[in-house]
């Protein structure tokens, strides 16, 4: 892996946080969601380590709960950006 846990962490935060936590539409419970979010990726010990998170917080009931919150409000999820996350991370 080519890039490093910051620039992970900067890239979700400008395609998928930042939109969700300024949405007009986004309540208190979204702006906690994406709170938490920040808060688990700014733990993660390396940029492997938040590659493994994003794709995991996909598959968790919270994160499936975060999603249908997210959709509904018209904002950008993980599941949006998988594909550039992925090639960020160097995978194919």
Do not use: H
């Amino acid at each position: 892996m080519n890039v490093t846990k910051a620039e992970l962490i900067n890239f979700l935060d400008k395609q998928v946080l930042i939109p969700v936590e300024t949405n007009p539409q986004a309540d208190a419970t979204i702006k906690k969601k994406v709170n938490y979010t920040r808060f688990q990726l700014n733990n993660q010990l390396s940029a492997e380590k938040v590659e493994q998170y994003f794709w995991s917080a996909m598959a968790t009931d919270n994160g499936i709960d975060s999603y249908k919150k997210i959709s509904k409000i018209g904002g950008p999820t993980f599941e949006d950006v998988r594909d550039e996350f992925k090639k960020l991370c160097g995978r194919k």
